[in-house]
């Protein structure tokens, strides 16, 4: 078992920042990789970011550039560095993570980003 508390999330200017961070406990040698996710009213949840365990990272194409994952393993603490914000970035923003030994989604209960224009 993975368990997954978000933080961070608020309310932003367009062209503003914010740092999300992910708390992660329980089975942390299980996961395989983590990320972050996203659901904007009436929309389906899409991958914003994806870290691996060897480091290597994963964007959406509408936040590269803009946004850092990131993790430390030390504090089992994942994080998203926003940067640039846009309007359309609106959205409840979830932590992710994918087990390896046997193969499970976990999912935090999400933070909500505004970015007000």
């Known amino acids: 078992q993975v368990q997954l508390v978000e933080s961070g999330g608020g309310l932003v200017q367009a062209g503003g920042s914010l740092r999300l961070s992910c708390a992660v406990s329980g089975s942390t040698f299980s996961i395989n990789y983590m990320g972050w996710y996203r659901q904007a009213p009436g929309k389906q949840r899409e991958l914003v970011a994806l870290?691996?365990?060897?480091?290597?990272?994963n964007y959406a194409d509408s936040v590269k550039g803009r946004f850092t994952i990131s993790r430390d393993n030390a504090k089992n603490t994942l994080f998203l560095q926003m940067s640039s914000l846009k309007p359309e970035d609106t959205a409840v923003y979830h932590c992710?993570?994918?087990?390896?030994?046997?193969?499970?989604?976990?999912w935090g209960q999400g933070t909500q980003v505004t970015v007000s224009s």
């Open positions: 870290i691996y365990n060897s480091g290597a990272t």
């Open positions: 992710h993570a994918r087990t390896m030994y046997t193969p499970t989604n976990y």
